[in-house]
């Protein structure tokens, strides 16, 4: 299909310039700010899915414990109510990667996976949380020739070009696998706010617009300073991934990046009967620069990816929440990918920053004598891992060694991107040749030294 720049950026110029999943009545109120001076048990800072799991369960180890979770806008306004909505089972970003650095223990981590997205369905179900879980797979697609050289044709899962096409109609398609129990498509919103609900339910106090600013060791625990008063801690969870850490130490270990979203206005019947999807899986196609699609329970595509916007210093502003050029070439991916929908509208537009790490998936560790914890570096994959996190998080802070804690995933870290401007040239290149890589089918100098190394960059 052909379609002129001017009806393309009309598709979605548009569209409100808000997360969908954020922009909703049933949105909760916002919660007050802390209001002087406190202390607690367990101070948790950071609101998305690794605070949120991080406190609830620390209720569900310890009712009697005082937790209190910190927030410095809201509850779930940034990745965590700016995502996919796609629940991976994967620890590791996937199978690949997992394999490449932890072979020994890849499938001990791939069974923790599963037993952590199984945990996932079971909390949703005892909290009675409303957030469209549907645990229907993924797909995964090759739409060029060098991309479905890369798939195993008698792999369980795989399904040629006409198979897959019967499943999700795209002319675009040459062939891929459908995982039928890895992934969950989930409200992301939904299941933060119905987290919160279900903490605050169990005693947990949340305070929103509080920015903690300092952290210091304390007699007995950790003092950490807010914008409203001062928190003594016995025991810190840090859980604020792509945003400045208060340890200094891991300053250098991830960097933002952006990523970016169009919501399609609901199908029609017509519509939906042109491209199938009855099965209704999450969809990720299998470029460098890759797009990642799902239908939502009011029958929207949600529609991103592609670009992983870095910005030098590691900037995180507000105007960086919108980018017109990524939204033009997304609008083109999506009506190369379904001409059908032609005529179709965006009423939603985002963007929002995670945090990637060289390893690709989340790391851990402590800090002022086993008092911190964190787990940060997600890379993107982080709203079904985050609640492995949390546990990490948990047990770190309990001392007591666990199946968790023992893993080499677990116990060993990340090596730490250059300070600038070194980070930026770095990414520049590698971010350039990934472009190149998709076009050509072949990983330049560059990326294979990259590829030894273990090292990358990738949303």
Partial sequence: MDLDDRALRASWADAATVPFWLDR??????????????????????????????????????????????????????????????????????????????????????????????????????????????????????????????????????????????????????????????????????????????????????????????????????????????????????????????????????????????????????QLDAIGWSNRQGVADSGNQFHYYRLTADHRILWGGYDAIYHFGRAIRPEHEQREATFQALATNFFTTFPQLAGLRFSHRWGGVIDTCTRFCAFFGTSHGGRVAYATGYTGLGVGASRFGANVVLDLLAGTPTERTRLQMVRRKPLPFPPEPFAWIGITITTWSLKRADRTGRRNPWLRVLDRLGLGFDS
């Avoid at 919160?196 to 304390?218: K, M, P, W």
Wanted: net charge negative.
């Fill in 25 to 270: 009545p049933e949105r909760p109120p916002a919660r007050p700010a802390l209001d002087g001076d406190t202390t607690t048990d367990l101070l948790v800072v950071g609101g998305g899915f690794t605070g949120l799991w991080t406190a609830l369960m620390a209720k569900e180890r310890d009712p009697q414990r005082e937790v209190l979770l910190i927030e410095a806008t809201r509850v779930a306004d940034a990745a965590t109510g700016r995502n996919g909505g796609f629940c991976s089972a994967s620890l590791t970003h996937g199978e690949a990667n997992g394999r490449e650095r932890w072979p020994g223990e890849y499938e001990q981590l791939h069974r923790l996976g599963l037993e952590n997205l199984d945990e996932i369905a079971a909390t949703i179900q005892r909290y009675g949380i409303d957030c469209d879980f549907e645990r229907t797979g993924e797909l995964s697609v090759a739409t060029r020739p060098h991309e479905l050289a890369a798939y195993e044709p008698k792999a369980a899962g795989f399904l040629d070009a006409t198979a897959l096409r019967a499943e999700v109609d795209s002319p675009t398609y040459l062939g891929g696998t459908w995982d039928r129990t890895g992934t969950a498509m989930i409200d992301p919103a939904r299941l933060a706010w119905g987290l919160a609900a279900a903490a605050e339910a169990a005693g947990v106090r949340i305070v929103e617009h509080t920015r903690a600013t300092r952290l210091r060791r304390s007699t007995g625990g950790v003092t950490v300073t807010t914008e409203h008063g001062i928190v003594t801690a016995t025991h810190l969870a840090l859980a604020t991934n792509a945003f400045a850490p208060l340890l200094a130490r891991l300053r250098f270990h991830t960097v933002p990046v952006w990523d970016y979203v169009l919501m399609t206005e609901p199908l029609t019947p017509a």
